[in-house]
C-alpha cells in the first residue's frame, strides 16, 4: 500500500518541524484569510480512462467569500509509473495539460517502490510512485464586470462557476483497469484565499512521500505551535 499526506497547519505564530519525520517543510502564507479543499478519488467505474489513458473527475470547491482574494490554488496527486517510463505521469487541471518539468510551478517528488508495496503489480518491471504539488492559480477563471471586463477576482465556487456558464474543476489523470500502470489514486485542490474579516493566520505546507509497508505503519508530522487551531488532510 502506499499513502500520502498534506499537512496545513494555522497559527498566530511559526512553528518547527522534526527534521525526522518524512514530510519536508514546503512554503507558507501569512494572510489574514483560510483556505478549502476540494478532491476526487478516481474509480475505475465512475472515472473510465479515456481513449489517451487518462481519467477525469470533478474538485468540488465551495465556502469561499464572494469577495476573497485568491492567494494560492495548489493540485496535489501522485501516480505511479514504470521506472524507467516516467513520462506516463501527466495531468491536466480543467482540461489544459500541465508542463510537469517546470520546476518553478511544479514540485515533486518521486520513491521507487519496493518489497511488498511492489507486489500489487505483477508485471516485474520496476515501479515508482511520484507525487506533485502544481501552481494552478492561473488556471483559475477571471471574474468579468458588468461590463464583461476582466477583474482582479477569480472565480472559485461551484455555484459561481455555474453561474456564469463555466464548467466546473476538472482533473485529468492517467489509470489503468485494475492493477496495471500508470495508476492515479485522486487529486486535491488547495485554495488559500485573503478575506479581511478572517483572522491572521499561517499556512503551512509540508511535501513529500511516505510509503505504508503495512497496514499497520503509521506516519506521523509533528510541529510546535503557539495556537490551538491546526487542521491536516491526508490523501491516501
Excluded at 499513502?3 to 519536508?24: C, K, N
Excluded at 520496476?126 to 472565480?155: E, G, I, S
Excluded at 489509470?175 to 500502470?181: E, V
Excluded at 513529500?208 to 499497520?216: A, V
Aim: proline share 6%.
Amino acid at each position: 500500500m502506499f499513502a500520502i499526506a498534506l499537512v496545513l497547519l494555522f497559527s498566530q505564530m511559526g512553528g518547527r518541524a522534526d527534521t525526522a519525520d518524512p514530510l519536508t517543510y514546503g512554503g507558507g502564507f501569512l494572510v489574514t484569510g483560510d483556505y478549502v479543499v476540494g478532491s476526487v478519488d478516481l474509480d475505475d467505474n465512475v472515472n473510465p480512462p479515456d481513449a489517451s489513458g487518462l481519467a477525469t473527475g470533478i474538485l468540488h470547491i465551495t465556502g469561499i467569500p464572494a469577495d476573497a482574494d485568491i492567494v494560492s490554488a495548489s493540485l496535489v496527486w501522485e501516480s505511479i509509473t514504470f521506472t524507467a517510463d516516467p513520462s506516463q505521469a501527466q495531468a491536466k487541471f480543467r482540461g489544459t495539460t500541465l508542463d510537469l518539468s517546470d520546476g518553478v510551478a511544479v514540485k515533486k517528488f518521486h520513491e521507487d517502490l519496493t518489497a511488498n508495496v511492489a507486489t500489487c503489480w505483477t508485471s516485474g518491471q520496476p515501479v515508482t510512485m511520484w507525487r506533485f504539488r502544481a501552481d494552478v492559480l492561473r488556471l483559475l477563471p477571471v471574474r468579468m464586470d458588468k461590463d464583461n471586463r476582466p477583474t482582479t477576482k477569480r472565480v472559485v465556487n461551484d455555484d459561481d462557476l455555474t453561474a456564469q456558464g463555466l464548467p466546473l474543476h476538472t482533473v485529468s489523470l492517467p489509470t489503468r483497469a485494475g492493477n496495471q500502470l500508470p495508476e492515479s489514486a485522486g487529486a486535491a485542490l488547495v485554495i488559500v484565499y485573503r478575506d479581511p474579516t478572517k483572522p491572521l493566520r499561517k499556512i503551512v505546507y509540508y511535501d513529500g512521500i511516505h510509503i505504508q509497508d503495512s497496514l499497520t505503519d503509521t506516519m506521523t508530522r509533528r510541529c510546535e505551535v503557539s495556537t490551538s487551531r491546526r487542521r491536516s488532510n491526508r490523501l491516501a
